[in-house]
């Protein structure tokens, strides 16, 4: 295999390492969540076992800091710096280009916005001086004793499945993308159905209001006329009001019940590739549709155990309240 000058590595052996360094990287994250949660979650942003950032992280400081690979100091420092700049550049490009945050150091001290903080930063470096110092050279040497062609259809059969899995995943958030989004409609029109409902309501019985009063405000001038005409009058007017009031209440009735249908359906529906996103990013969220996601998740993960639930199921209530006062 052809080496890279100024790596003095071989795209072979660098592509091998950084498999094995991602499941590391890997197997480190569930021990970590385990740990702090007290269950098993399938860490990171793919379905496989591998963690690539972590796995690309060492193989950046392997070929980067080559030169000063023996000594401690300087390698500790400067694996600290690549490695805190490589995840800032990775939290800030993510978020960008998902429009969510997929995990936040903000509870952590000397933390800069959430991507990056200094506990992490340290566990870096010193992880890097290990690995380059201690195991790097014994991961290169077993490497280079794999049969070649052992080695390459681990490259092939790898490349494929991390392009396949990258793929999925990106379509796997899309999709919680738009589940979160849709979630966020639905509660918005459930609660427009209410509200312009009521302002109509309302609207036409200050409208008839306004009528009767004019004809009371005429009876001076034909008293015994316009009684039998008023109470004539105010009965039609009555029934079209109250005929007004039973239309608009069932065609509120009807569209307030196809909403809450698709919003439990989407709420409700069983879906792996999120519940798995959800578990492995406890702390995402999303810009402009946190409290979607967040029943999403108290439903998917918590089985609506939580107080989101209650939320879920007092939309439908805030609306009837709303009907009622109408009425009134």
Same mark, same amino acid.
């Given at each position: 295999?052809?080496?890279?000058?100024? *790596?003095?590595?071989?795209?072979?052996?660098?592509?091998?390492?950084?498999?094995? +360094?991602?499941?590391?990287? +890997?197997?480190?994250?569930? @021990?970590?969540?385990?740990?702090?949660?007290?269950?098993?979650?399938?860490?990171?942003?793919?379905?496989?076992?591998?963690?690539?950032?972590?796995?690309?992280?060492?193989?950046?400081?392997?070929?980067?800091?080559?030169?000063? *690979?023996?000594?401690?100091?300087?390698?500790?420092? #400067?694996?600290?710096?690549?490695? $805190? #700049?490589?995840?800032?550049?990775?939290?800030?490009?993510?978020?960008?280009?998902?429009?969510?945050?997929?995990?936040?150091?903000?509870?952590?001290?000397?933390?800069?916005?959430?991507?990056?903080?200094?506990?992490?930063?340290?566990?870096?470096?010193?992880?890097?001086?290990?690995?380059?110092?201690?195991?790097?050279?014994?991961?290169?040497? #077993?490497?280079? *004793?794999?049969?070649? %062609?052992?080695?390459?259809?681990?490259? &092939?059969?790898?490349?494929?499945?991390?392009?396949?899995?990258?793929?999925?995943?990106?379509?796997?958030?899309?999709?919680?993308?738009?589940?979160?989004?849709?979630?966020?409609?639905?509660?918005?029109?459930?609660?427009?159905?209410?509200?312009? $409902?009521? %302002?109509?309501? *309302?609207?036409? $019985?200050?409208?008839?209001?306004?009528?009767?009063?004019? &004809?009371?405000?005429?009876?001076?001038?034909?008293?015994?006329?316009?009684?039998?005409?008023?109470?004539?009058?105010?009965?039609?007017? #009555? =029934?079209?009001?109250?005929?007004?009031? /039973? %239309?608009?209440?069932?065609?509120?009735?009807?569209?307030?019940?196809?909403?809450?249908?698709?919003? /439990?359906?989407?709420?409700?529906?069983? =879906? $792996?590739?999120?519940?798995?996103?959800?578990?492995?990013?406890?702390?995402?969220?999303?810009?402009?549709?946190? /409290?979607?996601?967040?029943?999403?998740?108290?439903?998917?993960?918590?089985?609506?155990?939580?107080?989101?639930?209650?939320?879920?199921?007092?939309?439908? /209530?805030? @609306?009837?309240?709303?009907?009622?006062?109408? %009425?009134?």
């Amino acid at each position: 295999m052809q080496v890279i000058p100024f *790596a003095g590595l071989s795209l072979y052996q660098m592509f091998l390492m950084f498999c094995f +360094w991602s499941f590391i990287g +890997w197997c480190i994250e569930v @021990i970590d969540m385990t740990y702090e949660t007290g269950e098993y979650q399938n860490r990171g942003f793919l379905n496989m076992p591998i963690c690539p950032i972590e796995g690309l992280g060492v193989v950046m400081v392997t070929v980067f800091f080559r030169p000063i *690979a023996n000594t401690i100091v300087p390698l500790f420092v #400067a694996s600290t710096i690549l490695c $805190t #700049a490589f995840e800032l550049f990775v939290g800030w490009g993510m978020e960008k280009l998902f429009h969510a945050r997929w995990w936040d150091y903000s509870n952590m001290k000397f933390n800069y916005k959430g991507y990056i903080c200094l506990r992490n930063s340290m566990l870096f470096g010193a992880g890097c001086v290990v690995v380059i110092r201690y195991v790097q050279p014994l991961v290169l040497k #077993a490497i280079n *004793a794999m049969p070649v %062609k052992l080695g390459m259809s681990i490259v &092939i059969i790898m490349s494929v499945l991390i392009l396949l899995d990258t793929v999925a995943s990106l379509m796997a958030v899309r999709k919680l993308q738009n589940k979160i989004k849709r979630l966020d409609e639905l509660s918005k029109l459930m609660l427009s159905v209410s509200v312009k $409902t009521g %302002k109509k309501l *309302a609207s036409g $019985t200050l409208k008839v209001k306004s009528n009767v009063d004019k &004809i009371i405000d005429a009876k001076d001038n034909v008293v015994e006329k316009m009684t039998d005409v008023k109470d004539n009058v105010v009965e039609k007017v #009555a =029934d079209v009001k109250d005929n007004v009031v /039973e %239309k608009m209440q069932d065609m509120n009735e009807y569209n307030l019940e196809k909403l809450r249908s698709e919003y /439990e359906r989407l709420i409700s529906e069983k =879906d $792996t590739a999120t519940e798995r996103l959800l578990r492995a990013f406890p702390k995402f969220h999303s810009h402009n549709y946190s /409290e979607s996601l967040q029943l999403l998740r108290d439903k998917m993960l918590y089985k609506g155990h939580r107080h989101s639930s209650d939320e879920t199921e007092n939309q439908p /209530e805030m @609306i009837e309240e709303s009907k009622e006062e109408s %009425k009134v």
